[in-house]
T-cell receptor, first 118, second 112 residues
Framework: AQSVAQPEDQVNVAEGNPLTVKCTYSVSGNPYLFWYVQYPNRGLQFLLK??????LVKGSYGFEAEFNKSQTSFHLKKPSALVSDSALYFCAVRDITLSGGGADGLTFGKGTHLIIQP | DSGVTQTPKHLITATGQRVTLRCSPR?????VYWYQQSLDQGLQFLIQ???????AKGNILERFSAQQFPDLHSELNLSSLELGDSALYFCASSGGTYEKLFFGSGTQLSVL
């Protein structure tokens, strides 16, 4: 089975400071990793993905994530946080063991609430 | 706007009842996914359809079923509802295997 862990339920950061939201994964093969963000009363929005290539992936709204194979991590980062970044963030991995073969449904972590304080 | 439309936005019903949630994917997307989001379980993958055919099953209960129609819209049927089925149900669509998912705004189901 493949899984994703987000060890922090909540992360608090002062506006203007760098932020990190942690994610670790467990897969049987090569991982395909994603970050999504959910604002209140909205569906999830795609931020960025890692399929292959450069370990540092840049995404929307100034976010980036670093893939670390040895630590099985895919932490989300941003150099300078904005109050508007406050939201619920989900890390996800493509689960290739789902029934049906060739399925591309994602397995999501439980989410991390990011709170940016003015 | 993600381009994925879900109806209704809110649904209140009683235990033992049956409901149908509807999803229209983004124009051109052949894959539709259903997810359940609750406070205790997080975001759980239920089922995926691709061009009308079931492609993958996740943690979907036997009381739940889904289908995708020729026009690519999808319906999730929930029957014999229990209090624990109260959750936010999301539909998402994608254009390909490694493409990102586009999520609808969800249907908030409350079972009383």
């Amino acid at each position: 089975a493949q899984s994703v862990a987000q060890p922090e339920d909540q992360v608090n950061v002062a506006e203007g400071n760098p932020l990190t939201v942690k994610c670790t994964y467990s897969v049987s093969g090569n991982p395909y990793l994603f970050w999504y963000v959910q604002y209140p009363n909205r569906g999830l929005q795609f931020l960025l993905k890692y399929i292959t290539g450069d370990n540092l992936v840049k995404g929307s709204y100034g976010f980036e994530a670093e893939f670390n194979k040895s630590q099985t991590s895919f932490h989300l980062k941003k150099p300078s946080a904005l109050v508007s970044d406050s939201a619920l963030y989900f890390c996800a991995v493509r689960d290739i063991t789902l029934s049906g073969g060739g399925a591309d449904g994602l397995t999501f972590g439980k989410g991390t609430h990011l709170i940016i304080q003015p | 706007d993600s381009g994925v439309t879900q109806t209704p936005k809110h649904l209140i019903t009683a235990t033992g009842q049956r409901v149908t949630l509807r999803c229209s994917p983004r124009s051109g997307d052949l894959s539709v996914y259903w997810y359940q989001q609750s406070l205790d379980q997080g975001l759980q993958f239920l089922i995926q359809y691709y061009n009308g055919e079931e492609r993958a099953k996740g943690n979907i209960l036997e009381r739940f079923s889904a289908q995708q129609f020729p026009d690519l819209h999808s319906e999730l049927n929930l029957s014999s509802l229990e209090l624990g089925d109260s959750a936010l149900y999301f539909c998402a669509s994608s254009g390909g295997t490694y493409e990102k998912l586009f999520f609808g705004s969800g249907t908030q189901l409350s079972v009383l």
